[in-house]
């Protein structure tokens, strides 16, 4: 159910790819008290992006899941701006996220929805 989408302009090789999909979903999982089993990591590492009119390093980040409570985003942000920051040497200050919290009759998994 849950899906973090990162998107950063810091490039990444493989190995750093993966160990960050891998540190992101765990910690997703962690974050929200879901199985890891139904968690999505995507990254678009690289991407020519743009924050306060500079290149600097920066990542948008977007985590969608069923029952994101409103309350928890406080938390749910420093968790991931640390995450992040630790990561790919990102100042915490120029991470956006965006939390959406999906109705179950919006979310499709194995030819039904929650």
């Known amino acids: 159910?849950?899906?973090?989408?990162?998107?950063?302009?810091?490039?990444?090789?493989?190995?750093?790819?993966?160990?960050?999909?891998?540190?992101?979903?765990?910690?997703?999982?962690?974050?929200?008290?879901?199985?890891?089993?139904?968690?999505?990591?995507?990254?678009?590492?690289?991407q020519a992006m743009l924050f306060a009119g500079n290149n600097a390093p920066l990542a948008y980040l977007e985590l969608k899941s069923i029952g994101l409570p409103d309350d928890a985003t406080a938390s749910l942000s420093a968790a991931l701006c640390q995450l992040i920051s630790e990561e790919l040497a990102i100042a915490q200050d120029r991470i956006y996220i965006e939390f959406t919290n999906a109705?179950?009759?919006?979310?499709?998994?194995?030819?039904?929805?929650?």
Do not use: C
């Open 103 to 114: 109705g179950r009759h919006l979310w499709g998994w194995d030819g039904h929805t929650f």
């Open 1 to 46: 159910m849950p899906l973090l989408k990162i998107h950063t302009n810091q490039p990444l090789d493989d190995a750093a790819q993966t160990a960050l999909l891998q540190k992101a979903s765990a910690k997703v999982a962690e974050l929200l008290g879901k199985p890891e089993r139904y968690v999505m990591i995507t990254l678009d590492a690289g």
